[in-house]
């Protein structure tokens, strides 16, 4: 499953989800992948995410089946490795996104 989209409150919000368990995972889970997959592109660079070290110890185990080595990173440090590699300013982006929600909801509870 890993990063998904869900509806709360008439809004699409990004979710990240644990590929063990299913439930949602925050800032302390883990993010992992196969360091052999990481050297090469394709559907094969696959990345799971685990929301506490149970859920990490099973995935970790299913991993060990496929003689891959399998390494994590704190979920918090992967997207904000991503957001500064991507050039992301999160304040900007929010604002953005805040502004499209108001018009929206101002856009619903207009006249029809």
């Known amino acids: 499953m890993g ?3 869900t509806e709360e ?3 699409f919000v990004p979710v990240a989800v644990c590929d063990h368990c299913g439930r949602e ?14 050297r090469t592109f394709g559907a094969e660079r696959r990345m ?5 070290d149970e859920c990490l110890e099973a995935l970790a185990q299913g991993a060990s089946e496929n003689e891959s080595e399998w390494v994590a990173v704190a979920l ?3 997207l904000a490795g991503l957001v500064e590699r991507l ?4 304040g900007a982006v ?6 499209a929600a108001a018009a929206e909801e101002t856009r619903r509870e207009g006249p029809e």
């Open 76 to 78: 918090d440090a992967y």
């Open 9 to 11: 409150d008439g809004f």
């Open 87 to 90: 050039a992301i300013d999160p």
């Open 94 to 99: 929010l604002e953005r996104e805040r502004a």
């Open 25 to 38: 995972a925050g800032p302390e889970s883990l993010v992992l992948w196969d360091m052999a997959a990481s």
């Open 48 to 52: 799971l995410v685990a929301c506490e």
């Open 3 to 5: 990063f998904v989209m």
